[in-house]
């Protein structure tokens, strides 16, 4: 299939792993230029070794940078347009949602700081992109609340629905 993608350049979020990594793996399968980051360095760069490894290392760039640091979603738009050039044409906030717990166990205050750290994080990431999307426009896909069927097989595992 060909999304036109080829020679894009996008940003993904919470590329380490899950959805955010099989995101990434997608728009490289398409020949887009793609920078992940996580806040794990070391996962991250496991991740980008992978990716690189099957699409070559001029395609990926793996940053560590946590969602939640303005400085650090600044930084990877920065360093996104130094390695790749003048635009960004795809933006993919994904991090996942509040702990894994019953939702009687979930407070309001944790509710409340989950719910920030991802608002924030959407509206940094696109104020940090925006000026650099091109005039025919880009795509932004906002992943909230993201969660692993493995995390649901291991909560049904502990008796929580």
Not at 83 to 103: E, K, M, S
Request: glycine share 12%; charged share 20%; with cysteine.
């Amino acid at each position: 299939m060909d999304l036109g993608l080829t020679g894009k350049v996008a940003i993904v979020g919470g590329g380490s792993d899950g959805l955010g990594f099989a995101i990434a793996d997608r728009l490289l399968s398409e020949g887009a230029f793609v920078t992940i980051f996580a806040r794990r360095a070391e996962k991250i760069a496991a991740a980008a070794e992978q990716l690189a490894g099957k699409y070559g290392e001029e395609q990926v760039l793996g940053l560590a940078a946590d969602c939640s640091v303005a400085a650090d979603i600044d930084q990877v738009t920065a360093s996104t347009l130094e390695r790749f050039g003048p635009a960004v044409h795809v933006l993919v906030t994904n991090d996942g949602g509040p702990p894994i717990r019953r939702i009687s166990e979930l407070t309001d205050d944790v509710w409340l700081q989950a719910f920030a750290r991802h608002f924030f994080y959407v509206v940094r990431s696109v104020r940090a992109t925006l000026p650099h999307m091109t005039a025919e426009g880009g795509s932004i896909l906002n992943v909230v609340f993201g969660v692993r069927p493995s995390a649901w097989q291991r909560l049904r595992q502990c008796g929580r629905p």
